[in-house]
């Protein structure tokens, strides 16, 4: 690749030095292109040495006028279309690029994008991990921590990828041969203006299908994702009994197992039975069946039920954190959004006492109050929104909450509250921003606290 200088003497500025604008200004410098990076934020030390061994310049504490001196400017992933230096590039007629665009031509192998609202990383996680047993070469990675461009140049057999809302949105030249959308829930609302554009970057990922791709998705979500390409093989999923005519995923709770369907009386093949499934909670089910469901379209049947339960998901995903006295404590730290908490209460079995609040994205609470009015005896409030959520949880009737200045406080007044096979479970709906640096801090100071706690009692 570098041999090739692809873009040899091209000014090109990539705005954003975090994991995926810096894994792009390496790239664009392998090409040969001079590459001029920027940041709103002072690079961190890592950044700094891999743009000073690549010879890479660079700028922090905000975008200047530097950047618009570029033939493309290069968005890393997170960057929003109305930054004033993409509006002033726009204004300048400067070509602005988004990160999956600018990588699809350099990318070799099948292509799996993942998005959704919730549970994208674990079925990405999960799809990578099953291929690997298998025996393919894989590269796992999008926006679950392994930048895309890391892969260009590379060959692979398969390179699955999960795709944000932000990524998404800059979409048009990506390629995928496989389009999966776990579900749709309101998320990034303040990033994106509406419900209605936040969809529609998610659907943009059925959009990037290849001629003939396929695409795995929540039946319900059909009519939302609003699939206009009749080239598209479509793989709902669904609960219920199954249907020999109708293609899709199919989810039986009375016999406890999955089929895919290919439709037609054709291709009915079981992948998996639920007891196979050690993650707790039918949402991880659903992800299981979409990542499963994903290998059976390329002929990869018959995962042996040992490689799917020694899969280990991502920390802070409905995770159990420890037990004590009757009551089960879980570390869903990872559940940032209203969707998600209500999933994580309604899949879990048994009572609750539930942990909620952080900062939030704009959210509308009341959903959020009907389902700990309908799941919990309990619930605990804390962060910047907690007054907000205790106004919805008022709203709907429920009296049953406690407030807590930090976490330690708000884990011994959940223990306080359980009984006797009560689960404490912290699903925030919120982002943690405003007390931890990231959900995978919060989820592991729980943790450290939930320990802290049996080691007392023991």
């Known amino acids: ?3 090739n200088m692809q873009l040899a003497g091209k000014r090109i500025s990539v705005v954003g030095a975090g994991v995926s604008g810096r894994a792009l200004a390496e790239l664009a410098a392998e090409l040969g292109a001079d590459v001029f990076v920027s940041d709103i934020k002072e690079p961190d030390a890592a950044a700094v040495k891999v743009f ?12 200047t006028e530097r950047v618009l001196e570029a033939d493309e400017i290069v968005v890393s992933s997170g960057i929003s279309p109305k930054a004033p230096i993409i509006e002033a590039a726009r204004a300048k007629g400067i070509t602005v690029t988004g990160e999956l665009d600018f990588v699809s031509p350099y990318l070799s192998g099948i292509v799996i994008g993942v998005t959704g609202s919730n549970g994208k990383t674990t079925t990405t996680s999960m799809i990578g991990y099953f291929l690997e047993q298998m025996g393919y070469s894989v590269m796992t990675g999008g926006n679950i921590g392994n930048a895309v461009a890391h892969a260009a140049g590379k060959d692979y057999d398969f390179i699955v990828l999960e795709l944000s809302s932000f990524q998404l949105h800059w979409a048009k030249d990506f390629i995928c041969d496989l389009a999966i959308v776990t579900n749709l829930a309101p998320d990034h609302i303040d990033w994106h203006g509406s419900y209605e554009n936040y969809v529609a970057a998610k659907a943009n990922l059925i959009n990037c299908l290849a001629p003939g791709g396929a695409a795995i998705y929540q039946k319900r ?4 994702l609003k699939i206009e390409r009749e080239d598209v093989e479509r793989y709902p999923l669904r609960w219920g009994e199954d249907d020999p005519h109708m293609k899709g995923l199919y989810l039986d709770g009375e016999v406890r197992a999955a089929w895919i369907n290919g439709g037609d009386c054709r291709m009915k093949h079981r992948l998996f039975l639920f007891d196979d499934v050690k993650l707790l909670g039918n949402h991880n089910i659903e992800n299981t069946a979409m990542a499963l469901g994903a290998l059976a379209l390329f002929n990869i049947m018959d995962v042996p039920p040992s490689v799917i339960g020694s899969y280990v998901p991502p920390k802070h995903r409905c995770a159990f954190a420890g037990k004590i006295r009757g009551v089960t404590f879980v570390d869903d730290s990872k559940g940032t959004n209203v969707a998600a908490t209500v999933t994580a209460m309604t899949s879990l079995p048994g009572t609750k ?5 952080g900062q939030g994205k704009g959210e509308d609470y009341a959903p959020l109050a009907e389902a700990v009015k309908e799941n919990t005896h309990a619930a605990v409030l804390l962060g910047s929104e907690r007054e907000k959520i205790a106004a919805a949880l008022s709203a709907a009737g429920v ?3 406690k407030i807590a200045a930090d976490m330690e406080e708000a884990v011994k007044t959940a223990y306080g509250l359980a009984a006797d096979g009560d689960t404490v479970l912290l699903s925030p709906a919120c982002t943690s921003w405003d007390m931890y640096p990231s959900y995978n801090v919060r989820g592991d100071h729980f943790c450290a606290i939930v320990k802290e706690i049996i080691a007392s009692e023991e």
């Open 52 to 63: 000073e061994d690549k010879g890479i310049k660079w700028e922090g504490g905000g975008n």
């Open 1 to 3: 690749m570098t041999e």
């Open 353 to 357: 006492v539930i942990i909620l609040g």
């Open 399 to 401: 009296t049953d909450y």
């Open 221 to 224: 979500d059909e009519e939302a």
